[in-house]
């Protein structure tokens, strides 16, 4: 992988705890076993979206910060020469519902991490863009924009 493809799993392990799945020996009368790998889609929540100037340009360099209200961890992303930002978010399935707050360039906005959480196939996230005005949230335009960025 190339680009943005690889760009985005090397994403997804830095914006998450990650404990990889490798077997471990059962040692009899201890709770060791399996570690169970934390970077799939129900341990993750993505945020994407532009930053762009009046003209529509995109604006590069701009710092973008997630930050969990539960937690008060925060996700740090930056846009790059098109303006775009992604932003990976370790959130598990006990997470839905919970909001988040989105910080770029003296704007801000509050999310919900709205996602089913039975749902362990389907990306989850939403997109947000930092037009010059305020903060725009566009949850349908996600899925279209992720598969863009990974060049699907």
Wanted: proline fraction near 6%; hydrophobic fraction near 40%; avoid cysteine.
């Amino acid at each position: 992988m190339t680009g943005r493809r690889a760009a985005f799993p090397a994403l997804a392990l830095a914006g998450a705890l990650v404990a990889v799945a490798l077997p471990a020996p059962i040692v009899p009368g201890s709770l060791l076993g399996m570690a169970r790998a934390e970077h799939q889609v129900s341990y993750r929540y993505v945020v994407l979206g532009y930053a762009t100037d009046a003209q529509n340009r995109g604006r590069r360099g701009v710092r973008v910060e997630l930050r969990r209200e539960r937690t008060g961890f925060t996700y740090l992303g930056e846009t790059d020469a098109d303006g775009f930002y992604l932003i990976v978010a370790r959130l598990g399935d006990e997470s839905a519902g919970e909001r988040l707050h989105l910080r770029a360039d003296g704007q801000a906005t509050t999310l919900t991490a709205r996602f089913d959480p039975a749902d362990h196939t389907t990306e989850r996230g939403t997109r947000v863009d930092f037009p010059p005005r305020k903060p725009v949230e566009t949850p349908k335009a996600f899925g279209v924009t992720l598969k863009r960025y990974l060049g699907q």
